[in-house]
DNA sequence: TATGTAAATAGATGAGCGTCGATCTGGAGC
DNA sequence: GCTCCAGATCGACGCTCATCTATTTACATA
């Protein structure tokens, strides 16, 4: 209804210049967006969308040795994808001994949870 | 402090066999993990976070020629990001005209949304 | 010390992405 | 009709990604 969220073109025929004049925002956020899209990215995969499932379901640490038969995949590519969610901070990890085991960092998906909703 | 959440392989060294039993999930949602990393790989780019953002906060139809000056890019890149949303089901568009009006379609983002919180 | 094993790393390959300039499409106005 | 303009599409380029096999690392146990 409001004219003003439609931002429609202020002129049908700017002389000169662009079609219109810059109404929407310079954007406080370039910033902000490079670290939700980071984060975005690193979820923008299903099976480390889905490890990141799994992690959060069991709010303890999990071994890599539970997460490698989860998928049809094999075990350097499962090390690959908790890499990559490690790199975005979503997940972390500790080696004690032999075994691997991750967990997901939840302060990570703060923001960009809320700012999805 | 519950062992059953630390996830630890079951035996110390299994005889024939992988590590540990595949306790963790053999997971209900691989349809949706597909669904909702598709969203998140539309968003895991820095442009087309800032584009869904401009978008969402002007709650109505946005003329293409407004965002195409937000950032330091070629119109047809913008496009290109307007594309890869709008083939997320993000972003939904109209052209009545000469210009193009796009528009976020909420109910997109809301599983993924959901699931993240 | 030697052996076995879980996980990470290395290297390769084929597919996809972000960006650009150039071109095409189709509505608007003279 | 012809011209102008907004936006989409095309083709190309360099880079990143997901995946694999092969190898390396480091811990455990005998």
Not at 3 to 17: C, N, Y
Not at 41 to 52: C, E, I, S, T, W
Not at 69 to 96: C, N, W
Request: charged share 25%.
């Amino acid at each position: 209804m409001s004219v003003d969220l439609e931002l429609q073109p202020k002129t049908k025929r700017a002389a000169g210049g662009p079609c219109c004049e810059p109404v929407v925002y310079p954007d406080v956020q370039r910033e902000q967006a490079q670290r939700m899209a980071k984060i975005a990215k690193a979820l923008g995969d299903p099976v480390r969308l889905q490890l990141v499932d799994v992690l959060r379901k069991h709010a303890g640490k999990v071994c890599v040795c539970e997460l490698v038969p989860l998928f049809d995949l094999s075990q350097p590519t499962v090390s690959h994808h908790l890499k990559k969610l490690k790199d975005a901070g979503i997940v972390g990890s500790e080696r004690p001994g032999l075994w691997a085991y991750y967990y997901v960092k939840t302060d990570a998906l703060e923001e960009f949870s809320q700012w999805l909703s």
